[in-house]
C-alpha cells in the first residue's frame, strides 16, 4: 500500500515544499482529506527543471526497445496499483468506481499504444534525398531528415479526469514517447491521485536505469510556480487541459520569454450537434435519450459534452424536445469534481436562466456539490444575436437552439467559435443539405461526427482531439491519439553529413529499421 508523502517528486526524490500546504476536498461530502501537499517554491521547481535538462541528452537518444519497454513498464506499475489509485480518486473527485476503472485502462492502454509507435518508429519521419553527383545542370548533394524531440516538457494535471488527461496522461505519454523529460505539475483537486501515479513511473525509471529527472511531479501555486514553469528556459513546450482562462494566461507567458515556446491548450468547446430533418423520422425517443445521457454522463465535467444542439422547428422537433425534457425532469444531479466546479456550474446555469428560457431542470443530488442538470432553449435569432448563449458550462447543462429551415445552419455554424467536435444527426435523405453544412464544420471543429455522441473519445492512430481557437491554442495538433507525438517534435536535416556522423535512422544500413522516405518513395 502506498503511503502517501504530501510532498513532490523531484527527479525520484521526495522534496518537501516551503509553502502552505494544500489538501483535496472530497466533493461528495466537504471533508478535507488528508495528507495536506506541502507546496514549492520558484527555487525547488528549478531543480526539477534542471534535473529534465540534464536528463534530455540520454534519454532524447534510447533506442526503440529499451524506449518502448520503459512505456510499457510505467503502464504495468500503474496497473500494478491500480486498487489504491480508484480509491484515492473517488475520494479526491466523487467519480464512480466504473468511471474510474474505465479511465486507468485508458490512461495504461494510450501508454502501450506510444510504446508500440516508439517501436515502429514512423514518428520519426525519417527522409533521405541521396545525392546524385552526376544531375545537370547541379549535382544534388546527399540529404536526410529526421525529428527530434523538443527537449523538456511542462504538463499540467486537467481537473476533469484525474488519470487520462493527468500525471501519466496523453501530454505526458506522448512527450516521453516524443523523447522528451517531463516535469508535472499536479491539480490541487486530486494531489493523492496524482501521488501514486507519480510513483509508478518512477519505479519504471529506476527500472531501466533512466537518469531520474526524466519525471518529476510538483505541487505548487498555479500563479507562482505554474508561471515559473512555463517560463523556465529549460522547458521547451507545455500541455495543458483546463479553463480558457488558464490556457491563455499560460499561452501569454510562454509568448513572453525571451525564447518564445509551444502551448498545447485545450480550453473550451460547446460541441454542437445539428439534428436534421431525417433523424427526426425514427425513434425519437431514443435520440432523445442518448442526448440526454450525454449531456448528464459523469454530470456533463466532459469536454465534449454536446453544450448546444440544433432542433429543427416543427411537429418532430417538438416531439424531440419533450422527450428530452421528460428525461431531464427526471435526471438527478451527481457530485462535480469540486465545490469550485459546482459553483461555476451554478454561476454560469444562472446567467443563461437570464438570457434564455429553462424548459427542464432535474433534482439536486446528495450532496454539497450535486447541482440539478438543466436544459434552456432559444430561437436561432435569439442565439445568434446574443454571444453569452454561446459560452460553455461546464457540466450538466445544454441549450436547444431551435431553427426554421436547414438552409440556416451554415450561417449558423459560421457564428459558433472554435470546436473540439461537431456531431450530425442524419438520414439519407438529409445528404445534400448536410454538403452544405460540411465546409463550415471543418473550418470549426477537429471531430465530425454521424449519428453518435461526442462524449467518448477513442485512443487511436486516426483521432483528432482539438480544434480552432478556443477548443485549443493550436489547431494543427491532437491531445489524444498517436498523432500527439507530433506536438513535441521539430524536423532536422542532415547535408553530406559522413556515415560515422549519422543519427540511426537516417544511416545507410537503418540499423533501427525505422520506416523511411527514399527518394520520395516508401
Known sequence: MTELTGHSLIAGRTVAGTGKPLHAIAPATGEQLEPGYSQIDVDQLREATAAAEAAFPSYSTLDPETHAAFLDSIAD??????DEIIARATQETGLPVARLTGEVGRTSGQLRMFAGVVRTGLFRGARVDPAQPERAPLPRLDIRQRKVPLGPVAVFGASNFPLAFSTAGGDTA???AAGCPVVFKAHSSHPGTSEIVAGAITRAVAKHNLHPGVFSA???PGRTVGQALVTDPAIQAVGFTGSREGGISLVQAAQGRPVPIPVYAEMSSVNPVFIFPGALEGDIDALATSYVTSVTGSSGQLCTQPGTVFVP???NGDAFVTAASKAIDASVGQTMLSPSIAGAWRDGAATRDDNA????RGSEGEGPNAPAPVIHDATLEQFVSNEILHAEIFGAASLIVRYADVSELPAAADRLEGQLTATLQIADSDTESVRALLPVLERKAGRILANGWPTGVEVGH???HGGPFPATSDSR?????SLAIERFLRPVAYQNLP???LPEPLKEANPWGVPRLVDGQF
Not at 428560457?357 to 427542464?360: E, H, L, Q
Not at 495538433?477 to 491519439?481: A, D, E, N, Q, R
Open 174 to 176: 506522448s512527450a516521453l
Open 313 to 315: 422547428a416543427g411537429e
Open 499 to 501: 556515415e560515422a556522423l
Open 477 to 481: 495538433t491532437t491531445s489524444v491519439g
Open 462 to 464: 486516426a483521432m483528432v
Open 357 to 360: 428560457t429553462a424548459i427542464a
Open 218 to 220: 510538483i505541487y505548487g
Open 77 to 82: 506499475e500503474i496497473e500494478a496499483v491500480r
